[in-house]
């Protein structure tokens, strides 16, 4: 059994923080959640227990109470995002949601930043405190190696190889890769590491909090957050925003998509291959906004 409002809660954590939503939309899915734990309660089943079956009997309820077919269609995305993450986290062993039909819809593209929003970005944090040396630090990594961010809080001083330029990361499905990171990553992690107190233990984790705890995925966030707004960056910047922006950047320059699918631990080269799209509608849009007849 679980519990279902912490459950939701962690979800909503989870979206907001690495996925980017935005608060309505972490709202509109917390809504849709309420609904389904209503729903569970009143045929007494937890909602570890839900079968595919429950599922796709409680959207069909919400279609005979009259609900848009937007609604429905924000629901099902809901419930199904919702079993993914507790799937992911290993809360659940199964996904009952995963075979529910869903409405093909436009697909969206990753947003990036350009090369000199990331200069700006991390430019602004100013390394004069732990605090600012350890955002540096984290920043800088996760642009250097696209890491996802319950990879880069779940860091052991053991993950790091300086020598080679490294990190050892568990990603989803508790895949194992390496992850390299350049000379500027290097250095901003070293000055973050000789700048810890007890870090010579390799079983600390990496990035701490000023109470010595573990860094949360909100508290990356609204460090990330702070330091864009400090940087006059009027756009929505979550931790993700710059593992999209190591691809992207990787591909522009020209790598390889199988070395950027291993890079990021992509299962699919389908998933890597959205930014391949993402490099071509910019060329689109440079080639119209500089050519005489574009």
């Not at 796709?56 to 993914?84: M, N």
């Not at 630090?137 to 190889?161: P, V």
């Not at 350049?182 to 070293?190: E, Q």
Request: include cysteine.
């Amino acid at each position: 059994m679980i519990d279902a409002k912490q459950s939701v809660e962690d979800f909503i954590a989870y979206i907001r923080v690495e996925k980017g939503l935005s608060k309505n939309t972490a709202l509109a899915y917390r809504s849709d959640l309420a609904k389904v734990i209503r729903y569970a309660d009143k045929k007494k089943i937890n909602l570890s227990a839900l079968s595919h079956q429950d599922i796709t009997d409680f959207l069909w309820d919400l279609k005979t109470k009259g609900l848009k077919p937007t609604s429905i269609y924000r629901a099902v995305e809901s419930v199904k995002q919702f079993y993914k993450f507790l799937n992911n986290e290993d809360v659940l062993e199964f996904d009952p949601a995963q075979d529910v039909p869903v409405p093909r819809l436009p697909e969206k593209l990753p947003t990036v930043l350009s090369l000199e929003e990331v200069d700006v970005l991390l430019g602004s944090v100013n390394e004069n405190n732990i605090t600012s040396i350890r955002n540096r630090a984290m920043f800088e990594l996760l642009y250097a190696s696209g890491l996802r961010i319950s990879e880069l809080i779940n860091l052991k001083f053991e993950d790091i190889n300086m020598t080679d330029n490294f990190v050892r990361v568990l990603g989803k499905g508790s895949k194992e890769r390496l992850a390299p990171f350049g000379n500027t990553a290097k250095r901003f992690l070293s000055i973050y590491i000789n700048a810890r107190k007890g870090s010579k233990n390799p079983k600390e984790m990496v990035f701490i909090s000023r109470l010595g705890k573990k860094m949360s995925r909100i508290a990356v966030w609204q460090q990330l957050s702070t330091a864009a707004k400090n940087a006059g960056i009027a756009r929505n910047i979550y931790p993700h925003i710059l593992r999209h922006t190591c691809a992207s950047h990787l591909l522009s320059g020209g790598a390889d998509i199988r070395f950027v699918q291993e890079i990021l631990g992509h299962s699919s080269i389908a998933s890597t291959q959205l930014y391949t799209h993402l490099d071509a509608r910019q060329i689109q849009e440079k080639h119209k906004k500089f050519h005489p007849r574009g």
